[in-house]
Every structure is written in C-alpha cells, then in structure tokens.
C-alpha cells in the first residue's frame, strides 16, 4: 500500500510494523503480512470484523503473543517505541510494556482487577519498574488527573466495582499513562459504555494524542475511530486491506470491505421501500393507525428508586415506537409493563380489544432458546395457527432450512437472532417488541437484521417497539421516538422531527454522540 | 474318645517355661540385657474402659488394665490350682454354707491403708450394692448372705446357697480388692484412678490416649506369679488404646510401643522374623463356640442341629485363617480349664450324614437357591455377629461355615452388627445360631451358660445361656456340682454336665478363647493363670 | 489461546468426551457389564470358599489373589459391582430425590417456604456425613439400610443446593420468560422447559454422587457400619482386606483400585457431562 | 447499627436457629430409639437388676415427661452444661473440652496443607504451558480426581505401612503432643480435601489468567510472578475460601476415620464410640458442638469473603458454597 511508503521519517516513527506474520497453534495464520506506521501525537484506528486479527496485532504489539511459545512471530521489522521487537527477548519485550506501550481494553470492570484498589492498580506499571513508593502516590495523582479524575485522592482506596463505568474507564487509562508510554493501544475501549460517556473518552484519548502520545485506536466501530483517528486501517483476514487519513477513507473507500463497512453503519432517516410513501404516512399503514398498547402515567420502583417515572406512551398497529436511552433509564422496564410482564405501581397500561399477540425480540437470543432445543423444535413449539411451517419461516428470515437441525449454541450471533425473528413470527404476532436486538451484533450483521426487521415490519403491517441505545439505530427503524432518561420520557415524537429539532438538551447530547463522521477531536 | 485334661498344651507351656528361665521366647536374636526402670508402653486393642474399676460392670478392658494395680484374694497355678495371693488360706464348712478365709497381715493399699477383714467385706457390699451396676463382680459374690469379720486377718462368708466355685470366681480380677478409702470417695473419682495393692498405680487417665501406671515402690510380693520379691522392674507403664491392629502392629515394628494385645495371626506367624517376642495365654471357663438356638425352628429338632454341626466342616478354615495360632476345640470348656472334656468324634465332619439326618427331619424340599425348605419355611439361620467381640479372622471363619453348610441347604444369615444391637438382637431371640464368649474362671461357667435358670432376662433382656438349653438332669447336675466341694467329685459331675451339653449338639466349639501377646524389647511379660491377663510386674525393658 | 479453543465449532456430545471421558466411559460399560450380569463375565461363585487356597497371591489361577477364605477376589470384585454400585446408586437416589424435592419446592415456592427449607438445608449440612452416619447407627443400629439413609440424607443439602439455585436460574431465565409471554400455561412450562434443564445437570453431578457414595459405603465398612457378608462388597472387602494389609496386600489394592477407579470414571464422566451442557 | 454489626447479628441469629434445630433432631431421634437405661448400667447386656434399674432411672431424670426432658436438654446445652455421659459417668462438656483442642489441631492444620497442596497444584498447572504444560495439567487433574475419590481409612492403611511400619520414618500412631505423630493423619485428611480444592482453585486460576485484568497487567509490565501474586492468585484462592465451611464439615467426617486409625484421641473417636454405646447426652453433646463449630467456621469464612471480595458485599447470595463435584461432606 502507498500509503505505507509515504511514512516520512523512521527515526521519528513511534511504531514500525513490516510484514508482521502471526500464527498461533490451532488457528493457523492469524496475521498475514502487516504493515503500519505511527508518529508521536498520530492516531492510527484500526478497523474490521470480529476475527479480523485485531486483538492479535494488539498484543503482538505488546509482546505478549510472542511469550507464548507455541506462537510463531515473524516479520521484516518490528519496532516499538525503540524496541526492535524481533529480536528483543522475553525480559527486553517485558520491560518496554507499561514505559513504552500501555494498553486499555474495553470494559473496564474486568480489565482492572476487581479485587485490587484503584491506587494498586494504577501504579502496577509503576511498581513494576521500581519507582519509590512516595513518588508513585504523585504520579499516580497526576495520571488520574490526566485521564479526567481530578482529585484521584479519595478514588485511590477504593476497588473498580465501586466506581460508575465512566470513572473506571478513565481510571484505566490512568493506569495505562502513568508510565507515560510512547504509544498507547486501546482496544475497543467504548464499547462497553453509553454514547455520551463513550464521546467523552474518546475527546480524552483524542487529548493524549495531542499530547504526543501515538495511539492506535481498535475498534467494530468506525463512528467511534472516526472521531479521534488521524488514519485508519481496514483489517479483513489478517491482512490490512485498506489504509488512508480518516476523511479520505471514509469520503471514498477503496476497498469492498471498508465499502461494506461504512454502509452497513446505521445512518439517516428510516428508509422509504418500494411504491409506498415514506413511513408515518397514512399509505403504508392502516389510514387512522389504532393503537395496541398505551401506557398512562406509569411507574414502576425497585427498591425505593423509580425505574419508570410517570411515563406515558402509545404503540400503534403499523408503527415502530423507538425507546432510546443510556443503560438503567428504564426502558426495558417501559417495555416489560407494555407487555404485562410487570404491574406498574401507578398509572394504567390500556391494551385494544382484542389484546394484539405479543412476541419478543431480545438482545440476548441464545438466553431465550431453550438450550436442550434444536431450531426446528424451538420453532415448532412457538408456531400458532397460521404461521407458516418451519422451513418457510427460516427462508423469511433468510435462513438455510439445513439450519433446523441445529443448537441454536452452534450458531453464529446473526443466525440467531434471525432464529428468533423467524420464532417471533411463527407465533404471528400483531406486535413486536424488540429489545436492544443488535446491539451485541457485528456492523454488518446489524445491518442485514435491521433490513429484515424493517422488510418484515413493512410486509405485515406490524407494530414494533424497538428499544436501543444507539440513536442512529432506532432513526433508521422507528416512526416515533421515545427518548428516555433517568425513568422518565424526556422527549417523545415523529422521529425525524426529534432528530431534527430536539428539544431536550440531553436529546441533543445523544444526537451528537451518535452523529458519524469527522469529530471535534479529530485533528484537522 | 472321652479325655479329662489336666495339663496345658505344650506350646503354650514350654512359652512359660523358656519366659521362666529369663530367655525370649522366640524371635529375640540379638543379645538382649534386661535393665530395671524405664517405661513400658502396653498398646491394647480392647476397648477404653469407660471405669478403671473393674467392679464397675465388669468387662475383660477393665481386667486387662486393673491385673496392674488391683490383687485378687486367691490365684491359679498353670495347672489350674487355686493360689494363696491376698487369702493365704480358705475353706468351706461341711454344708459349704460358710467360708473362712485368712488374709495377708503385712499389706496395705498404695495410699497407706492397711489391707484387712473389713476391705474385704466392704469389697463384697460395693459388688452387691446395686448402684455399682456391677455385672460379672457381682455374679461372683451373689450367693455370699452376709461378711463377717472374724478379726483384721479373718474373714468368713456367710453363704445363701452352698458353692463350691467361690474361691475360683473370686480369683477374677472382677472381684479383686479395692481400698475402701478409695470406694468411698465415690463412684465418678473411684473410676478414675482405683486404689489397690497391686505393683502399679494409676497416675493418670487422659481418655482415648492412655493410663500412665506408675510403680508401687511399697508393693508386697503377694502374687503367685512373682518370681521376685519387691516391686516390679519398670518405673512407669503407658496403657495406650490403639483400637486398629494393623496400626497396632505398626507400632510395635516400629518400637512405639513394647507389648501389644490381640495380634492378627498373620502378624504372630510373622512376629519370628522380625525379632518379636510371642505370648500365647488362651482365656479360661468356655472356648469360643458357636451356640445354636434350641428353643425355636429348626434348632429345635437336634437331629438338625447334628446336621449343622456336621456339615459345618471348621477345620480347613481355623487352619488356614489362624495360620496356626489357633487349634481346634472339641470341648464346651477352655483347653487351661482342667475340668474340660473333650470329644472330637462327635464333630466329625460328614456332609452326607448331614443330608440324610436333614431328609429324615423333613427338610426335603429345596428351593431355587439351593435352601431347604419344610412346610413352606426356609432353612433359615440368623446369625448376628458381634464386630466388637469377633475378630476378623473369626468373622471369615463364620462366613466359610456359612458356605459350608449352604451346601447341605442351610441358609446361614449372617449379620455383623455392633455391640448393642447384637445384644438387642439376642434378647428379641431374632436368633438361631451365635458366638459369645464369656471369661470367668472355673468350670462353674457351665451353670451360668447352660442353667435353665439362665435364660430368664435381666431388665436390660440379657441371658446367658444363649443356647436356651432347658435340660432337668443337667440344671440337677450344675446344682449338685456347685454344693461339691471335692475336686475329684466335681470333675466327675461336671463331665457329666459337659456330656448332655455335647450331645444335645446345641454347641460346636471352635477353638480357645484367643488372648495373644507380642511384645519386643521387653522381657517377662506372662499372663495371669486366672483371666489370662498381661502381668507386667516381671516385665524387664532391654536395650 | 482462548480465542482459539472458543473458536473451535461445538462438537457432538460424544465426541466432546475427550480421551479420559472415553476411557472413563469404557470403564462405566465394563462396571454396567459387572452389574448387570456378573455371571457371564466370571462364571465363578464369588461365595465358594476353599480354605486351602487362602491367601494365595496373584497368579494365573487368581490374577488378583485369594482372600482369607480362598475366594477369588477378581471374582468377588466382579460380583460386588452389583451391591457396591448398587448401595451408590441407592444412597443417590435418595439424596438426589430429596435434593429434587427440597430444590424444587425451594426454587419454584413461596418465599416463606424457601426460607424454611433453606434452614433444611442449613442443618443438614451441620451434620457431616460420618458425624450423620454414625448418629443414624445410634438411633437405628448398623447395617446397609442406616448406610444408604445417613448418605442419602448427608448429600440431600448439596442435590438441594445445586437445585435450587439451578431451578431459579432456569426459572428465571429468558427462554422460560419467553415461554410465558407465549401464553404458554405454569404446568406446561414446568415439564417442558424447567425440569429437563434442571435434571440434565443433576445427572451429571449425580454421576460422579455414585462415585462418592462408593467411596462413603467404604468408610462406613471400615467403622464397622456396613454390609452383611458373605455377598461381595468392595467397600467391605476393603476393610476386611485392610487388616492383612502388610501380608496378603491383593485383598486391599484389588477392591480399593475398584472403588477408586469406579469413583474416578464416574466423576471424570459427571464432569464432562456438566461441561457439555454448559 | 453498622452494616458489619447488623450482618453478624443476623449470622448469628440464624446460627442459633440452626444448632438449636440440630439439638432437637438429635434429642427426639436418639430418644425414640429406645430406653436409655441399657447405656447408663454398664452399657451393653448389661445384668443391672431392677433396683438399679430403678435409681438409674431416677438419678438421670429419665421418669420426667419427655417433654420436660427435652426442655432439660436444651437448657443444658443453653449454659453449656452438657449433663453426665452414661458410660463415661462424666460431665459430657469436660469430656468435649478435653478432646476438642486436639481435634481442631488436626482440622486447622489439614485444612492449611490442603490450601497449601492445592493452591501449588493449582499453580503448577497454570504455569505450565505448551504441549507439556497439557502433560502436565492432565496428570494434576487426574490427581485431583483420584484424591477426591480415596477413601481415607485406606490411604491412611497404606501411609502406616510405609512410613511407619516399612521406613520407621513416622509414628503409626498419634499421640497429643507428637509432633512426628501429626504428620501422617494431617496427610491422610488433607489429601481428599485437596483435591476437592484444587480442582475449585484450578479453574478459578485459569479463568483470572485468561482475565482481562490480567492481561492489562502483563500489557503494565508485570512479569508472570507478579501477575500471579497480586492478581491470580487471590482469585483462585476465593472460591476455596468460599469452600472452607464445607471443608471443615469434610474434616470432621475424616476425623472420625482418622482418629480411630491413628488411635489419636479426639472429637471424632468421642463420638463413634459413643454412638456405639448408645450415650445419649454424649451424642448430642458432641453433634451440637460440631453443628456450633460448623456455623461459626461458615460465618466467619464468610466474612473473610466479604473482605477480601468487595463485590460479594453489594450481591446478595448465598453462603454455604459446596464444591459442584462434592455432595457430601
């Protein structure tokens, strides 16, 4: 690739990577011939499916696949940070970790060891290379304050469980600065949090970058890269199939898979299919649409703290209510007192007559398969009269009928949760409620299942409640938004209308968050 | 063929005659000094008492461990003839209604007092007062009316009926002497440490690790078996309890311990290659036998009870699991009792005569697995074996007879049980054959077993006679012999007894009651002519 | 190296045994074999003494010896499957079927009930097993019954205990919620979902529970708490063996190896079967 | 009232309960297994005739109503006055008092040699790696389910021969204060328990290493000791922590076979003998005070988790962990 050659001077480089080969036992040839570059205060994101070889490359870049001596490392050049990391030995490969690269993985609550103080574990890399404990406590304060935990005193004795997902990921980061390493690697580092937390740490990496640190930034998720990174590389099979500035790549991608990557990204308005106007029109769905379910003035507590505050909401027969919101404001609650599955504490939830037949969509498909069921059976048990038999409601879903004989355990993420639209079906339902059912999906596969849903959705004239984090996710299915926070409904409209003029400050900040392409922190 | 024993086996009395001379029996190689002082460490597998006081119930633990601090009024000779020890002499009056007994003048108890008339009779009141519970004592003294203290060195036993084997059950070690000054301190501290004119003292009692004796600096040379006059040779005796015998045995290999109780053959037959000292000393009054139950189907009819015991066929069994260290009994009394006869003839084995006496008796059916059968009941025995009293040889051995006599359609049921509920199985008479052994000395051991008086219960539902023999003419015979005192006479009379018991085949013998010894390190270690209790007054540690 | 062995695709169940489930499960055919009929496998009573022959050493003749008796003990292991097993199977049944009735009725019931029982449980498991044995022996006497009883009741609190917790977790779980909102009804859920994927997993642990119950069985025997002789029980003839330890050593490895060996396929098996549920 | 302080009177609350449930099962069953009295008159066929019958009877208050007896029991056990063995003829609490120490002894140290054994089994097998390190785990796993599976009064058997009875290295037998006499019994209760651990400790130890924490701590710098002693180490050691109560139930049954077979005097050896001679204050005595020792092990392992584990504090969750392949105790 040009783009390679086009590295201006390799003294200057922080990382020099050339033919990098990686094979581990088992899996063969996980990485085919890498080549990457990165200067001080560059960030380089690196993008692909799961199994691309991302996390290999990451801790190939650390030295660690290389401790395992079963794996074979080869390559033309391997330079971190001044470490020729070919011919370094296992001691060498040690002692650059922690002073020359540092690593913050995603989800923080593992990654920081849940038994070990915050203080313990931010000055480990410390600790490691000898620093005197007075010291320590210092850097470890000025570490803090530079991923964004000002005042880390009161933070130092307490353990990660204790902290909010936000403060933990910082604190990570914090642990993985503190020896001021050249180059930092972070893999996948927001995809555990909420959009709006995830911005922030993202401006806080793009921080650091401007420090000078050089950061590669991993990622499924390109908005995420997009934001902070100066290049990006597209990873496909192990081989870097694409590698241009951030806004080049993403402006005109060369590469069919980066092609497939930015398209499968949800973006835009709910598309328009076929002769049918654009939805929330009266052409598509029944002229006045009668509602199913209505919910009036609920609220529902757990223990003194009100889960669903005073919310009140329609679901109407072909439309898709979309419910967004940040982790714990209560919208799965919202949907289980939709459904019935709860009782609220006050408020009614009205339901037409004859009651709609309900089915489910869930974000976790293989928990709701019965694991000791095959395909067929799970499908056979769910069928009511009318629905159509089992091999035709997998060709619905897209699914080969071969497929019927399998554990839903042996199948692949998108597979399953096509099974489950194809259950939901079987049980020919009025309306659907589907809940977060993409988002432990891969870009691409989430865009092929929110066609189905959306195909399925328009065929049938369903009802759908679709609840999501992910801002651009629910705008691409949903009529009407509900947008959640803290239990309560803060905004609730036309969905384009929301999207277009929100007018609760926190629907601006999810907006923004979730608004793909060049961010404030890219580097011009 | 009829013989009156009067000698003891060979074996064993060529083992008292080597130990005699001073020599180690067999085994001991090397050169070996004998030295006074030191601790002798005896490892017994027998129960912890739960009261050093023998009077106290009154089982063989207890008479193990008192033979070392407490002195019965009169001994056995290896013959079997009675031995002045505490009494120097006794005699009964012509209706044997009246005992007169001179006692020792020069003994005290190790805590000072003096030994006299009046300790002998509070001796004999604390084995009759009901609140000792005393069992095996108190049978010893039960016919005794009333003590009277004649002067401090004379005492004489007012009887309620003649019985002529006083003095032999007075040799237990059950009815042994006790200071008043420590019966009157009360049951709960009188068990913890007896007070007693024996060689040792008890010092101290830690249950389930040990006694530690020490030695009676004071001690009298009263015992028969003394074969020196003052105190014994060894300073101190650690009684442990070791109820496992292959740790046991472990132990003695490795010298933890110089003397060990209830050996397994193999272990004896092993002992001459490995330098350790063996010690053979069978318990007196009965051999082990097993008792068929006379009183209910099908013991009932004797012509199947002969069946059983000539298709039992013990032999090649008590030959190959003892290895030895057994020989087989023909006789309802122990080979040292010299009153015991003897018949082999009538256990001959003869699984034919078997089948046909069970054919004639109308057990001519069988059923699919090869069990007689007779008016729709099996040929079924219950047998409850009682772990705690059966070794594991003598439990094998059960189990060849019962594939013995499976051959001619006898279903033995055997049942390995602990001590209570085989006891609770023997009073509920859920019965039909049984091993129990019973230690007392004398051949008056006949009345308790066999009496038709003994099978009426105590509260707790026990009886002796296990047999539940009820014969007239031997209750007659028993009665008369208890009144004989002439020994002549009595052997005579109790041959008779001993006949009817044979014949009626409610009994097959199997072999001495086994009481064995292994010791190393350790030479003089003899058993009591009585209750073949370890004596260890002799016992001289080498090194 | 995780990614690698999670990337591997899910293989059959049997396939998934391994090289040790294999042997493990070979052995549990032989053992079923042994149990189901020991007279075709060797054609011997494993009654018939001959005293003459005691103690005989392993040899062609006996290739695991003689006992005390001069009864092949090869034989008598053979034959013993059946009682040993048997006594395992029996003690499981009852603390597997006591656990199933306690974990159910304390996972599916009203709170009060759960609480109650759960103070059931608490109990049970303040009485360790020898310590339950041998108080059962005081109330009872000994024998083969009061062994089964005191390890049925003394492993009652673990079957409980995985039960409960698993009846909740599958109680709870999506699929059963799914179930629900189906309008599928209260029983048909139970018997459809709830109890196959609750018994699946106490197949497993009761698998390797006979195992254990085996080794129980022995402990009792060397107490002196255990089974009627003459019928062939390993536990049994290890403890009898055990006193000839040092001379005649066959009669206590033979038996112990059988206990051992069974104890460890059916635990190799019980934990390769929970593992291929998970 | 503090949260530590509400928690342990809750504990203990429920221990009371507990032991209070076990005194009654004990008292009604041994009692309904038949008269006393046999145990009291010089145990089993016994010849006592009906006058001792009769002041045995009264002397141990056995004409009161059950009821009132039962009442009697549970005062005693309330103010620790656990009445007179019938055999023993005793105070029941001095025979438990002297016996207990060297019991706990025996407990405390298998326990410490079975964290110790499976802890270093556990840390062998993770630090293996490789096509040997497979060698390896396969050998300490089987191990592990080989020694969970020993019957204890046999291996014992096999210690003695060789140690004691072959080597003379070590006593056969344990006496209190033998050093030397301890190191066979500890072995022979620890070694079943060990394995139980290790299994426990060598999934958790594998589950830490392949962590995220651990990674982000080797990507510190952290060479494998540190990673080990600072992070996986403690995980692995939670869930046999979590399994000490169950444990010490284990060791107790093992002390039962333990204390016979080294002829160690004990709690253990108390109680099989007085089981057999039917001695029913003995029994109870000795049951209740193990039901008392279990609960108090369980509340504090307990909150020896809490402390090391801050998450156990916000879950709600059970105690009473039991190893998923042990049913038994």
Redesign the interface.
Known sequence: MSEVERVPDERAAALEVRGLRVALPGAGEVLRGIDLSLSPGECLGIVGESGAGKSVLARTLLGLAQDDSSARVTGDALRVAGTDLLAAGRRARRRMRGRDIGLVLQDALQSLDPLRTIGAEVSESLAVRGVARRDRRRMVLDALEAAGLPGGETLLGKRSGELSGGMRQRALIASAIVGAPAVLIADEPTTALDATTAVHVLDLLGELRDRGTALILISHDLNAVARVADRVAVLDAGRVVEQAPTSRLLESPAHPTTRALLAAVPRGPKPATGPSAPSGSSASAPASPEFFLAAQGVTRSYDGVAAVDDASVEVRSGEVLGVVGESGSGKSTLARLLIGAESPDRGDVETSSPAPRVRLLPQDPLASFDPRHRVGRILALSRRDGAPSEEELLAQVGLDASLLARRPATLSGGQRQRVAIARALAGVPDLLVCDEPVSALDVTTQAGVLELLTRLQRERGLGMLFISHDLAVVRQISDRVAVMRDGRIVEQGGTERVYAQPQHPFTAELIAAGTPGPGATRRS | MRTIRRSLPIAALAGVALLASGCAPSGGAEEATPQSGGTLVYATGDAEPTCLDPHVGGNYPQGLISTQYLEPLVGRDEDGTLQPWLATEWEASEDGLTWSLALRDDVSFSDGTPFDAGAVKANVEHLQDPDTASSTGYLAVKEIDSVEVVDASHVEFHMSTPKSSLMEVLSQQWAAIEAPSGLERGQEENCLAPIGTGPFVVESWTPQDRVVLTRNDDYVSTNPQAEHDGPAFVDTVEWRFIPDAATRQAALASGEVNVVDNPLPADIVAAEGQGISHLDAPRPASANRIELNTAQAPFDDVAVREAFVRAADPNPGIESLFQGTATRSYSVLSSVEPMGISDEELFATDAARANELLDDAGWTERNDDGVRVKDGETLTVRFPVSTNQSTAAEQSLFEQIQANTAAVGFDVQLNPVDLSAWYGALAAHEYEAVSAPYTTVGPDVLRILYHSDSIVPAPSGYFANNAQLSDPALDALLDKALGTTDDDERASIYADAQRIILDSYAVLPLYDQQNHFLFQGVTGIEALHTISTPLLLNAQLTK | MSAVTAARPSAGRWTALGAGGTVALAFVVVLAAAVAVPWLLAPVSPLAVSPADGFAPPSPAHPFGADESGRDVLVRIVHGARSSVGIGLAATALGAGLGLVIGFASGLGPRWLDSALGRVIEVLFALPTLVLALLLVAVLGSGTGPSVLAIGLATAPGYARILRSRVRTVARGDYVAYARLEGVGRARVLLRHIVPNTLWPLVATATLGIGQAVVWVAALSFLGLGQEPPSPEWGAMLGAGRVYISTAWWMTVFPGLAIVSTATALTVLGRRLSGATA | MLPAARWIAARIG?AV???W??AT??FF??R??GDP???I?????????????A??RETYGLDAPLAWQYLVQLWRIATLQLGDSY????PVEE?IA??LPGTLLLAVLALALAWVLAVAGATIAASS???AGRAVN?VIG?TE??S???????LG??L??VF??TM?WL???S??GDTAGLVLPVITLAVPIAGFLAQVSRDALTEAD????A?????????ET?VFL??TL??AA?PALALS??AF??L???A??V????????L???????????DVPL?IG??TV??VL??AVIIVSDALELA????LR?AKR?S?A?P??????
């Open positions: 429920r309960l507990v032991v449930l076990v099962i004990v069953a041994l309904s297994s009295l046999e145990a008159l010089g145990g089993p066929g016994s010849q006592a005739g009906p006058d001792a019958v002041a045995a055999a023993r003829r005793q025979l002297a016996q790696r490789g096509r396969a089987g389910i080989v969970t599976v020993m019957p204890q009064f046999w058997a096999v003695i021969l004691a009875s003379r006593p056969a037998t006496q209190p392949a962590a995220p924490f990674l982000t701590s080797r990507a510190r710098g952290a060479g540190r600072r992070h403690r995980h939670l109560g169950w139930g284990n107790l049954s093992g039962v076979v204390e016979v077979l080294f002829a160690r005097p004990g253990g050896r108390l109680l099989q003998e007085g089981a057999l001679a039917r029994v000795v049951v193990v039901a279990y609960v090391v584990d801050p998450r916000r059970q009473l039991v998923e392949t042990a049913v038994g105790s």
